[in-house]
């Protein structure tokens, strides 16, 4: 029998024209995200280290000085940011062009799985329950790349997008994207956060993520070490700021400016 | 996916995609050059795992809707929700797809708040009338 021509031998074209769908995808969130000046993305790695909680307040604090702001919850199992911007308005399509994001405190536009399931509602999708780990996954990247690419966040100076614990989120925006986005990273001080937060560093770094700093959280109560010093000489960056158990008013400013 | 005519060595076309409606997927394709025809059939996994990357085999006909996945797939209640009378489930089809899955969130949780078990056309006036949704 003579070989079989191999995938890439088969050049003629494919009707149902999957990659120009694909690539549509990618325009369409391109096309969305030109207008936004700045992309930041929040991760740590590690789980219960407070990112959603800088997250907002980081927001809300960009949106007092001025800047057009908006935060992508981007933890689509677990969303707090609409809780912690108090926006509870369900989002609403203005447009077969786009679905408008919430405002939630200080102006602050979001858009987050709270926003689209009902109160306590896991996140659940139809489809087969048999072997749902082979195409979960992928139903929870497409919904992010929906959240990047259907909203019609209008102008925006900067974007917040607010990860879940692990890489796995973060890899997936880069694939959406198409391009790396800058990383800001939260921690707490101690070494099992460290070395949680140290291989999500990693994995941006491998990426290609400029990485803004770090931001340690929790400072000062009963959790005891020097994690964002470690990682900060590690990673050759800086820290940004660190965030008592009850930050002072300027705590969320400060940090804004040194983005 | 691609499928090649091993006897010619030709690569088949796309032919047509049948959705029969229990999640299964069928796709005819045709040899170019012999004509034999040959059919992919996708458990509902498989169908699944295609829908998900947001493309439609055979190609798009209409171009994607803002938050069609979100909307087609995410299971937005649970156990506990109120139950949709069947007229109510009639008039939430005739809002635009694109914005039904918010649409019937922001009824569910107006009935939830109220303890209303179950939502009507009448339970949907009145929301409409005391949220403010005219048009919804």
Redo the contacts between chains.
Sequence with gaps: MAPIRTYHQLTDPDRSGLGDQIAAQRGRVAERLAQVGRIVAVMSGKGGVGKSYVTAHLARALARAGLATAVLDADLNGPTIPGLLEATDAPRATSDQGVEPVEGLDGVRCISMALVLEDGAPLAFRGPVAESFVWRGAMEAAALREFLGDVAWGRLDILLIDLPPGVQRYVELCDILGAAPAVLTVTIPTAESRDAVRRAMRGAVERGSPLLGIVENMVGGQFEGTAADELAAEFATRVLARIPWHPAPDTWATLGTRL | M?F?C?EC?Q?M??GERQLPGD?TLAATFKCPKCGRVVAMLT???ET??VS?????????TVP???????N???????AG?PAWSSDAQERLARV?S??R???K??Y??YA?ERGIAEITPAVMDTARSELGLEGM
Aim: negative net charge; without cysteine.
């Design positions: 691609k090649l091993v060595d690569q076309a796309f999640g458990n509902p996994m699944q795992l998900s990357l947001g493309v439609e085999i055979g190609g798009r994607a809707e803002p938050f069609e996945m979100v087609a797939m995410v299971v937005a209640g649970s929700s635009p694109f914005v899955g918010m649409v969130k922001i569910a949780d939830k």
